[in-house]
């Protein structure tokens, strides 16, 4: 079955950098586009950074644009998301997603807290 699992979350300050993971399995990776969500507390879940299977053609939320950047390694089944210039305001859930014919898939999410 199709699994998503996030890492590399934690508490870090305001201007700090941290960088997520996301393992795939279940399905053929190379092939579907993935996005980064966050939900942080008492807010809408909203997109990060969405991108294609092949990594290029990328779409970021405005508030992060310059700050963070996505990747991915077809070869490990995984994507990346680089957080840099962190703020207060990053702090979130942020979960790592597949759109496969229809349905939308989730991981179990990571937490992001970034202090001032």
């Known amino acids: 079955q199709v699994q998503l699992v996030e890492s590399g979350g934690g508490l870090v300050q305001s201007g700090g950098s941290l960088r997520l993971s996301c393992a795939a399995s279940?399905?053929?990776?190379?092939?579907?586009?993935m996005s980064w969500y966050r939900q942080a507390p008492g807010k809408e879940r909203e997109l990060v950074a969405a991108?294609?299977?092949?990594?290029?053609?990328?779409n970021y939320l405005d508030s992060v644009k310059g700050r963070f950047t996505v990747s991915r390694d077809n070869a490990k089944n995984t994507v990346y998301l680089q957080m840099n210039s962190l703020k207060p305001e990053d702090t979130a859930v942020y979960s790592c997603?597949?759109?496969?014919?229809?349905?939308?898939?989730w991981g179990q999410g990571t937490q992001v807290t970034v202090s001032s």
């Open positions: 991108f294609t299977s092949s990594g290029g053609g990328a």
């Open positions: 997603t597949a759109l496969i014919f229809g349905r939308r898939y």
């Open positions: 279940g399905f053929t990776f190379s092939t579907y586009a």
